[in-house]
């Protein structure tokens, strides 16, 4: 599954010209305002690409409750905050009705400037991925549902580049999105 493949990312900067998010109308919807993310050029290093974004994990578990008050809003919230560690996702991707929403965790390779600093952590970054180049059209987020969480998290979405590496892990790399809006990703 996606989310195994996910867990030994490692995040790297580099110089190369980053591919911007892009939204085009839906070959494959009926519905005209039915927008899809542009697919990045296939990286020459590369693997899969992923869309998301850089998070910690308390913003996820804020946003999991944020989610949950309007899932159940006659439920009381539960007091064991363990509840809200194990669900968090999953209520993000109920609320915001997301096709995708699982968790990688990279580790910084190199220099980590274009990364948010706050989302990087002894070396790792934590990262919210909503979208892979590889998934079908149909599980593509809209843009209102990654507006959503630009808003949220303050910081706008990217691609991360994920490339494998001589031994059993995997490598990725990625650029900070530019300052407007757009976001990237680099290669290696």
């Known amino acids: 599954p996606l989310e195994r493949s996910l867990r030994k990312l490692q995040i790297s900067d ?39 974004f850089p998070i ?20 009381a919230l ?10 968090s996702l999953s209520f993000v991707r109920v609320y915001l009705n997301l096709r995708i929403c699982t968790m990688a965790r990279g580790k910084v390779v190199g220099d980590s400037k274009n990364i948010p600093p706050e989302c990087v952590s002894s070396r790792d970054v934590l990262l919210l991925v909503l979208w892979r180049d590889t998934e079908s059209e149909a599980t593509c987020p809209t843009p209102s549902q990654v507006h959503s969480l630009e808003v949220k998290l303050k910081r706008p979405p990217g691609w991360w580049v994920e490339s494998p590496a001589s031994s059993s892990s995997m490598k990725s790399c990625c650029t900070k999105p530019s300052q407007k809006g757009e976001g990237g990703s680099q290669y290696l």
């Open 14 to 52: 580099s110089q190369e010209t980053s591919t911007t998010v892009q939204w085009v109308p839906s070959k494959y919807s009926s519905d005209v305002s039915q927008y899809v993310l542009i697919r990045p050029p296939r990286a020459p290093c590369g693997n899969h690409q992923l869309f998301g």
């Open 56 to 75: 910690i994990k308390e913003e996820l578990w804020n946003m999991g409750i944020i989610a949950f008050q309007h899932i159940k809003p006659n439920e």
């Open 78 to 87: 539960p007091d064991d905050l363990s509840f809200f560690f194990m669900n």
